[in-house]
């Protein structure tokens, strides 16, 4: 059973467009969303995170949209550039449970120049 | 960087050999995680510390344990290597954070290990 479902696998956008990348998650115990970047070769690493109590959160070009009835939440990068091409995972976590994070499978974005 | 070293960095074994991945820290934190990455699998959990002497499996734990004897070190064992094994190997910390920041880990930059 997968916890957190991510949408699309892959997204091609032209240079200065929105990039939107969907996730979905079941367990309603979640109460912590980061979004992962990961370049090639590289590990992942944190881009930007959500709470459930607050309903957007913005940092610069990055956006998370949550939407908690739905249980679902989503990445906007607006004003796509060349150099966020990489792979993008969500993600969910508790702070019981030892903190474990469940990921979604990824969404290898492409930025066309 | 989160001051996490993992090594080896990339390792080709043969089928039915141990292998020991290792995982070492500089930040003193007390969660550690072993995650593998497979094309369409995300990053599935292995096993995770969560103090000295003190793991717990995770999601994809047959064939593989895991030490901790040190904080600072994680060790991760393949006691017979498979090709299903083939993977890359993320090792992970987590910053127990504050309130609003939440659950915040940060990953190694990898070990490749290929089994033929």
């Known amino acids: 059973q997968q916890q957190v479902k991510q949408s699309p696998q892959s997204l091609i956008v032209q240079k200065g467009g929105i990039s939107i990348i969907n996730c979905a998650y079941e367990?309603?115990?979640?109460?912590?969303f980061p979004w992962y970047q990961q370049f090639p070769g590289k590990g992942p690493a944190l881009l930007i995170a959500?709470?459930?109590?607050?309903s957007e959160k913005k940092e610069g070009r990055f956006t998370i949209s949550f939407n908690k009835s739905a249980k679902q939440f989503s990445l906007h990068i607006m004003d796509s550039q060349p150099g966020d091409s990489a792979t993008y995972f969500c993600?969910?976590?508790?702070?019981?449970?030892?903190?474990?994070?469940?990921f979604g499978d990824g969404t290898t974005l492409t930025v066309k120049p | 960087d989160a001051g996490i070293t993992q090594s080896p960095r990339h390792k080709v074994t043969e089928t039915g050999t141990p292998v020991t991945l290792r995982c070492h820290q500089t930040?003193?934190?007390?969660?550690m995680y072993w995650y593998r990455q497979d094309p369409g699998h995300g990053l599935r959990l292995i096993h995770y510390?969560?103090?000295?002497?003190?793991?717990d499996k995770g999601e994809v734990s047959d064939g593989y344990s895991v030490s901790r004897s040190k904080t600072e070190d994680f060790l991760l064992t393949l006691e017979s290597a498979t090709s299903s094994q083939t993977s890359v190997y993320f090792c992970?910390?987590?910053?127990?954070?504050?309130?609003?920041?939440?659950?915040?880990?940060?990953f190694g930059e990898g070990s490749w290990l290929t089994v033929v």
């Open positions: 992970a910390i987590r910053n127990p954070g504050t309130a609003s920041a939440g659950n915040t880990i940060y």
């Open positions: 367990n309603t115990a979640f109460d912590y």
């Open positions: 959500i709470r459930p109590d607050v």
């Open positions: 993600a969910a976590s508790t702070d019981t449970n030892a903190g474990k994070s469940t």
């Open positions: 930040e003193n934190h007390r969660y």
């Open positions: 510390s969560y103090g000295v002497k003190d793991t």
